[in-house]
């Protein structure tokens, strides 16, 4: 069944080549630097996504830097959705003007919102002031400010056809 040998030194040499031949085989499947093996493997790919750990009994772990992963997604998805060509042809259809502009004005409101909210809860008497100023006056201020302005557009619409008359 087996290859018979002549010697037992002989068995002994083809053993001690078995068993180099099996440790290089173990150096090839086993990294000792885990990151630096993925690293290899995924031909750097990895390498922003992983970060290396020292445990309490200095043995090095590595994991995932799960910030970074989502922060690449986000960024990926952001310029997939946000890049120019999208942004135009929304912008010049009528719907998408539309939602644009509430877009808009519901960001205009988030803004005044979370810093009336911030100067609310200040701890300055000023702070609370300006806080309940942009709640209770903000509002007619704008009503005031687009009601002026669509009178100015209106006028100038008006002017610009008695001069084409």
């Given at each position: 069944m087996g290859t018979r040998y002549s010697s037992l030194e002989e068995l002994r040499r083809k053993k001690a080549l078995l068993k180099k031949d099996v440790?290089?085989?173990e150096d090839l499947l086993t990294f000792e630097n885990a990151k630096e093996s993925l690293s290899v493997m995924t031909k750097g790919f990895t390498d922003p996504f992983l970060?290396?750990?020292t445990e309490l009994d200095?043995?090095?772990k590595v994991s995932?830097?799960?910030r970074k992963i989502v922060k690449e997604l986000s960024n990926s998805v952001k310029d997939h959705f946000?890049?120019?060509n999208a942004?135009?042809?929304l912008a010049k259809s009528g719907a998408g003007l539309n939602v644009m502009e509430n877009a808009v004005k519901m960001g205009a409101v988030a803004l005044v919102g979370n810093y009336a909210k911030k100067n609310l809860y200040g701890s300055g008497w000023k702070k609370k002031l300006i806080g309940v100023a942009l709640i209770y006056l903000a509002p007619?201020?704008?009503r005031f400010v687009r009601e002026k302005l669509e009178q100015y557009e209106k006028n100038k619409a008006t002017s610009s056809m008695e001069q084409l008359i």
């Open positions: 440790a290089e085989m970060k290396e750990e200095g043995e090095i995932l830097d799960t946000l890049n120019k942004i135009f042809s007619i201020a704008l």
